[in-house]
């Protein structure tokens, strides 16, 4: 069994997709300061790639910026992956806990943000017929990270292919209906909120009255 450092495991899940996230559970390895950094860099990533890319491929840039869509688009979706693969995982009697689904889901998503943050860095010194390169660099990380996640999957819930795949299509459709939860909670709460407002400022204006 191999005796890694948690960096080192890190590299290691990486660079064996099939074995690594294997490796990491026998092991019982996985840091949880390692995985919110990683998720946390996830958040760098989207601002990068909508506010520092390139101007001659992205010029039109909103003159307001506005860090609600790059929480939601990092922390948030990552969030409810968690929580939506942990419920799922129930179902299926996974044996993932919640904070392992964690720390293996931020592994995997090392590709895809490496891959649009060298993507982010090449489209201030390639030009436009050059896109290619930076395509491949975008492509291969969310590929790779497709794999690591299939592969995280199947480790942490010690799963089949077949129902490792059918968990994360249900983990996906969980998610939708969360999202829609809490779209209609939140438009509650301001409902809610306008409303109390509204008596208040009645209030105030009787009493001035």
Not at 90 to 116: H, R, V
Not at 168 to 187: G, K, N, Q, S
Request: aromatic share 18%; charged share 10%; with cysteine.
């Amino acid at each position: 069994m191999l005796d890694l450092t948690q960096g080192q495991f890190v590299k290691h899940v990486i660079t064996h997709p099939f074995e690594g996230f294997e490796d990491l559970r026998w092991k019982k390895s996985g840091s949880m300061k390692i995985a919110i950094v990683i998720v946390c860099l996830l958040f760098f990533q989207q601002v990068a790639f909508s506010r520092l890319y390139g101007f001659q491929y992205y010029s039109d840039y909103d003159k307001i910026f506005n860090i609600v869509p790059y929480i939601f688009r990092s922390f948030v979706l990552f969030g409810v992956w968690v929580v939506a693969n942990w419920a799922m995982c129930t179902l299926f009697d996974g044996e993932g806990s919640m904070k392992n689904i964690f720390i293996y889901s931020a592994y995997a998503l090392i590709p895809y943000i490496s891959g649009y943050l060298i993507g982010t860095v090449l489209s201030h010194f390639l030009i436009e017929d050059e896109y290619i390169f930076i395509q491949a660099f975008e492509i291969i990380g969310l590929c790779w990270s497709f794999v690591l996640a299939i592969s995280a999957m199947k480790a942490v819930h010690q799963f089949s292919f077949g129902k490792t795949i059918a968990l994360i299509l249900l983990t996906l459709v969980a998610m939708v209906a969360m999202l829609f939860l809490l779209v209609l909670l939140l438009t509650l709460f301001q409902q809610v909120l306008i409303f109390v407002f509204s008596i208040y400022t009645e209030l105030s204006y009787r009493l001035r009255v």
